[in-house]
């Protein structure tokens, strides 16, 4: 600390030049903000050791640079992203400097504290408006970095705030209020066990401020102290008095009961003690408990904080296994209901969220007293398309309720079924709230309100007329295309509870598969799937699975969809079937349809963990599969045989390395590329798989972006921008040889003569391709040491400003990145060749006749130009070029050219 921490200068006549170095290393350290490591570390230093400045205005200048420094955005992105492999070396410098500055800070603070509050010490020797500034950075930081450092410094700067704050003397408010923000931020961002023992000096402060404090702010930021520990039940783990959680709640209720009290502290107390009881309720008596559920449940009463008080009530309901339930619902649920008829949406969202978990959590709440035709009233008033967040929330309140209070089933007979029954199919709030009407339509058979066989006609006519009006109106038909699969999800749910369901005239009356009949077809062979799932078998009713087989031949492109996801839910639920379906891939048929069964299959299999028999097998008959197939069907068996490698990497990855090696068919490369990429982007977690595919990556993309095989060439490259962007640790170790593989891919041309009409025009069939490569390229730079491979890639980067439009403003991009790149020192001896490819674009004149696409397109080009001459003469030594220096003397600084780029700098 003493190193770090220097003594102030005792001669003060400098402090004009003091505070102009600090602005200097700010914006040195601005500059560096994105890269930090060694640059940013060495500005740190000086600038925290003039926090002890004996000027004021060097204290506050310091403070100022410290907060623009570590609170940027790009030092946030890299401690949010801190365990990326491009960024682990700066982070490691990084850590240990933040964890310096942080412990500075608290020095800064003790000796600011320990001068104020001991006698004989004079209270100006510390700047307050710079002591406060301290406590805001400190608070600032420690919610940048509290996943990533200075966990045990934070609780230990916490200690030390207590200690100071609780010491006696005159502590000005102003610094009192920065220093409970700061201990706020603290308890909030760190676990109970960490900062209970550390917490206690302010627990007794805020404690003292909300009991007999006049200030407004320190009750305030006092409560908020308490709500966020609360939280996590830190008030049991507080060392001192036994009574501190019960003496916690009084606070809390004394603050909802002050007449003095604005709406900003009593919502606070709320939260604070729904908190209190949800996570430390056994340390109450029954008085406090039943007195602090009286205080929340009036505050419903109170316009200015009922939607604190439903959340508190909320929260408590659900927690405990409902143990206050029955206490809540009897003093909050006739409070509750009206709410819902205000037209404030938080208000009735947070009522019915209290309104649901009181149904599900208090049993008594079947001989309810309040009226079930008051209840469907005021919940039918949010029973809305037009919002979809109310009505999903409203549909999942009525089946709890439905569940629970048996006087509500005769009035949702009569009225809300058929009001659902159409919101179900109602293109706006279809997907999202399906879940919670499959809820409700299972509670109605349960209930016994209707039964399974009067919910499937309704839901079946329901969807008919959804399909009838999509095919009317063509503007609506995308919106609509999901009926069948909502209703047969809804069918299956209801069916699922039925115990006649064998016997359901639905299951054993199927629809006639002759065209004309496509909607009841699809959503029959979409329910004989998602049945199949809810009942863990494939024997929901007689011939099921022959019935699919056979939807499978449909003419209608939605019902060959719904029988490949059904035949893929009954692999799940009868993995012996898997062999049948494998069989079927030999029917060029049926081969769409079966790959994308399998595909469904098996990403099922790895979510819920079902066994699959021979992986192994089934990689080599899949990839054996896709010669000759659509493109559909290629991605569809290359997905599944990148999942079957996730779930058994030992077996699946052999096959996939026997097949990159062999290279005797282009189009099986080319899915075994894309299965590659597959599994190591969605199974980056997966040891086993990251240790079985690393081997692969250098054999793969190297010999597969050799290949003269287009198909296999572009597999490559879009395997390999997807991994360089998505799971670059992949691709770090073997990035140089791969980038040598690409600049020779960008090397690539194959031009034709195309005739339109009397123009003849040049098209360049590789032009997608370099493109890609282009974007490979950018994405791996930073991996590449300096030397000759970096060397290479920048000139095919000045090479591709002079490509087709889209790749020269990519080339554009990636020539800024590397200039802006630690390793921009190798551009000093491509200077010359860079300036020539960036002067063509300035000097480009259009013909008088360019058509308007040419002339946006040149306007494009020559701005990207000037953005690059710009981060080209940032470059250390750039600007001693002599090639360099007449170039912008002559071209960019005089000329058409100079306003803009001026308005650059």
Request: proline share 3%; hydrophobic share 45%; charged share 20%.
């Amino acid at each position: 600390m003493a190193t770090y921490m220097q003594a102030a200068d005792t001669e003060d006549e400098s402090w004009r030049l003091r505070k102009a170095s600090i602005r200097l290393l700010r914006q040195t350290g601005e500059a560096a903000v994105n890269r930090p490591g060694v640059v940013l570390c060495a500005v740190l230093r000086p600038v925290v050791a003039r926090l002890t400045d004996r000027i004021e205005s060097v204290q506050l200048e310091a403070v100022s640079a410290l907060r623009s420094l570590l609170t940027a955005e790009g030092l946030r992105h890299l401690l949010r992203f801190f365990a990326t492999p491009n960024v682990v070396e700066e982070i490691r410098w990084l850590g240990p400097e933040l964890l310096r500055v942080m412990g500075a800070l608290l020095g800064r603070l003790e000796q600011s504290f320990g001068d104020r509050t001991s006698v004989g010490v004079d209270v100006d020797a510390f700047s307050l408006p710079a002591t406060v500034g301290v406590l805001e950075l400190c608070e600032e930081l420690i919610e940048v970095a509290h996943n990533t450092f200075a966990n045990d410094l934070a609780a230990e700067m916490c200690g030390a705030l207590g200690a100071a704050l609780s010491a006696g003397g005159s502590v000005p408010s102003r610094l009192e209020f920065a220093a409970l923000r700061l201990a706020t931020r603290i308890v909030a961002t760190h676990s109970a066990e960490r900062v209970a023992g550390q917490a206690a000096g302010i627990l007794a402060v805020v404690l003292g401020h909300v009991e007999r404090s006049s200030s407004r702010l320190l009750v305030l930021e006092s409560l908020r102290f308490i709500s966020a520990g609360s939280a996590t039940g830190w008030t049991t783990l507080v060392p001192g008095e036994l009574d501190i959680p019960s003496r916690v709640l009084r606070a809390c209720l004394a603050a909802l009961g002050n007449p003095e009290s604005d709406s900003a502290v009593r919502t606070v107390a709320l939260e604070a003690v729904g908190h209190l009881l949800a996570t430390s309720a056994e340390h109450f008596s029954p008085g406090e408990v039943d007195s602090a559920i009286r205080e929340a449940a009036a505050g419903l009463d109170n316009e200015t904080i009922r939607l604190a008080a439903t959340g508190a009530l909320t929260e408590v309901t659900s927690a405990r296994d409902g143990q206050f339930a029955h206490a809540i619902s009897g003093l909050a649920l006739d409070r509750t209901v009206p709410l819902l008829r205000l037209r404030t949406r938080a208000v009735q969202l947070s009522a019915l969220q209290l309104l649901r978990s009181l149904f599900e959590s208090d049993s008594a709440l079947e001989k309810m007293s309040y009226s079930a035709e008051d209840l469907l009233q005021a919940l039918e008033a949010v029973l809305t398309p037009d919002d979809l967040g109310l009505c999903t929330a409203a549909v999942a309140t009525l089946a709890a309720c439905l569940r629970r209070v048996s006087a509500m089933r005769a009035v949702v007979k009569g009225r809300a079924f058929d009001l659902l029954v159409e919101l179900a199919h109602n293109p706006v709030v279809r997907g999202q709230a399906l879940d919670a009407f499959c809820d409700f339509f299972s509670a109605v058979v349960e209930t016994k309100v209707h039964t399974a066989a009067t919910v499937v006609k309704n839901i079946t006519r329901s969807v008919q007329e959804a399909r009838g009006a999509s095919a009317s109106l063509s503007s609506s038909a995308n919106a609509t295309d999901l009926a069948p699969l909502n209703g047969a999800a809804i069918i299956a749910r209801v069916l699922s509870h039925s115990k006649s369901r064998s016997k359901s005239p639905y299951l054993t009356k199927p629809p006639s598969l002759e065209e004309g009949n496509d909607t009841e077809v699809e959503m029959y062979v979409a329910t004989l799937g998602y049945l199949s799932v809810l009942t863990g078998t494939v024997d929901v009713t007689k011939g099921a699975t022959d019935y699919v087989w056979k939807a499978i031949h449909s003419s209608s492109p939605a019902v060959r969809q719904a029988a490949a996801r059904s035949i893929g839910d009954f692999c799940r639920s009868d993995p012996a079937i898997v062999d049948r379906v494998i069989g079927d891939l030999d029917d060029g048929i049926l081969r769409a349809c079966i790959a994308q069964a399998l595909s469904s299959f098996v990403k099922t299999a790895l979510s819920h963990s079902v066994v699959v028999a021979n992986p192994a097998g089934m990689a080599t008959r899949l990839i054996q599969c896709t010669a000759g197939e659509s493109n559909d069907v290629k991605t569809a068996l290359s997905d599944a045989v990148g999942h079957l490698a996730i779930l058994d990497p030992v077996q699946v990855m052999p096959v996939l390395a026997k097949e990159l090696e062999s290279q005797e068919n282009g189009e099986q490369l080319a899915t075994c590329t894309r299965a590659l990429r597959q599994a190591m982007v969605h199974g980056a977690d997966n040891a086993a798989l990251v240790k079985e595919a690393q081997p692969l990556v250098e054999g793969c993309f190297g010999s597969a972006l050799g290949s003269d095989d287009h198909e296999v060439l572009r597999a490559a490259l879009d395997s390999l921008k997807t991994l360089a962007l998505q799971s670059p640790g992949y691709v770090q170790a073997v990035a140089p040889v791969l980038v040598a593989r690409l600049c020779k891919v960008t090397e690539r041309k194959r031009e034709r003569k195309v005739k339109f009409g009397p123009f003849t025009h040049i098209v360049d069939d590789e032009e997608p391709v370099r493109f890609i490569a282009y974007e490979c390229l950018k994405a791996l730079y930073r991996f590449v040491p300096a030397g000759a491979v970096l060397e290479t890639l920048l000139d095919r980067l000045i090479a591709g400003l002079a490509d087709g439009h889209n790749n020269a403003l990519l080339c554009f991009s990636a020539f800024c990145d590397v200039c802006s790149s630690p390793s921009s020192s190798v551009l000093l001896e491509k200077v010359e060749p860079a300036v020539a490819a960036l002067e063509k674009h300035l000097v480009r004149e259009l013909s008088k006749n360019a058509v308007k696409q040419d002339v946006d397109r040149h306007q494009e080009l020559v701005a990207a130009t000037l953005r690059a001459v710009r981060v080209l003469a940032q470059v250390h030594g750039v600007d001693r070029n002599a090639s360099f220096q007449v170039f912008m003397r002559e071209t960019v600084q005089s000329g058409v050219h100079k306003a803009a780029y001026e308005a650059l700098l």
